[in-house]
């Protein structure tokens, strides 16, 4: 069963393409899945809460955050949302309820008051707005399905791309590592380089990367220089350490100006470029193929309309 497919059973919500959503408790909730994240959104009406109570729940949230291992929190003028690791997704199930509770405690108010536009509400419509559900009274969402405008935030704490390439790199070079390792120890290293995509998407993951151009930059570029980086020095270590053997006194430049020079001859081009570079490449592709979709997957576009 799917983490969505959870999270409808056991709060017994109703779906809609790639959201759950419905009532709990007073509250409406949404759970969506993007990538390797899963986020929970509650439809609360914050933008006119008391600032001690919005900081309360600031506090509330980073408290609970290693706990539940909780990757990121914001919240709008018309709710909370919280994201973990689909990993982790469990956590979240039980964090929701945590969150509700504490919303109720502080007073927030939830399905009974439109978290649009304020109104007190005796009966609501559910509408989508991109991936969160909100309740609301019939005239606020007549405008909503008319021409929805976008959610101003009022707290945001976002990831970072930066930290995500960085994730990216430590990843790449770990794997690039591997490879010059086998190769130089004589093992069949070639299909390290499948890893290599695959490594660069999961390190930025894991370093708290956002999805972005980014991303697909980093998952592209740093597989294809640091395996081409590296084939290119375990030719050159191995080279130098013939070279050490037989006596030979040479600069790093000589070394490198050489090896370059010589890159298609006959010995070099069957030992070297066919068996070690090119079938590295070839790797290299199926890791890519694993990788760059979702590497260069596109945001979803908003989305408003309403809900049965």
């Not at 509330?60 to 909370?80: D, E, H, I, N, P």
């Not at 109104?119 to 991109?130: C, H, L």
Request: with cysteine; hydrophobic share 45%.
């Amino acid at each position: 069963m799917s983490k969505l497919g959870i999270f409808k059973k056991e709060l017994e919500l109703s779906r809609d393409g790639d959201i759950v959503y419905g009532r709990c408790g007073d509250y409406i909730v949404t759970f969506s899945e993007q990538n390797r994240e899963v986020e929970l959104f509650v439809d609360a009406r914050l933008g006119r809460v008391d600032s001690g109570a919005i900081d309360e729940l600031k506090a509330f949230v980073q408290a609970s955050a290693a706990g539940y291992k909780l990757v990121s929190f914001s919240m709008t003028s018309t709710g909370a949302s919280v994201v973990v690791a689909k990993k982790n997704a469990s956590l979240l199930l039980e964090f929701s309820a945590l969150l509700i509770s504490q919303l109720k405690t502080l007073g927030i108010p939830g399905a009974g008051i439109c978290s649009n536009c304020g109104q007190p509400m005796g009966s609501y419509n559910i509408v989508r707005i991109a991936n969160h559900a909100h309740a609301c009274d019939s005239e606020c969402a007549s405008r909503l399905l008319a021409g929805a405008s976008r959610q101003q935030p009022v707290y945001v704490r976002q990831q970072g791309s930066f930290l995500g390439f960085m994730g990216a790199l430590l990843f790449v070079l770990l794997a690039a590592a591997a490879y010059a390792y086998l190769a130089l120890n004589s093992y069949f290293c070639a299909w390290v380089a499948v890893i290599m995509p695959i490594a660069a998407s999961l390190g930025y993951a894991l370093f708290g990367g956002k999805p972005c151009a980014g991303k697909g930059t980093s998952v592209l570029l740093l597989p294809l220089l640091f395996f081409s980086g590296a084939a290119f020095f375990v030719l050159l270590y191995s080279v130098y350490l013939h070279w050490i053997d037989l006596g030979y006194v040479f600069s790093l430049r000589e070394l490198i100006s050489l090896v370059s020079k010589n890159l298609t001859a006959p010995v070099l081009k069957s030992e070297y470029l066919y068996k070690q570079v090119a079938e590295g490449f070839v790797f290299l592709l199926i890791g890519y193929i694993f990788s760059l979709p979702q590497a260069f997957s596109k945001k979803q576009q908003p989305r408003v309309r309403e809900l049965s």
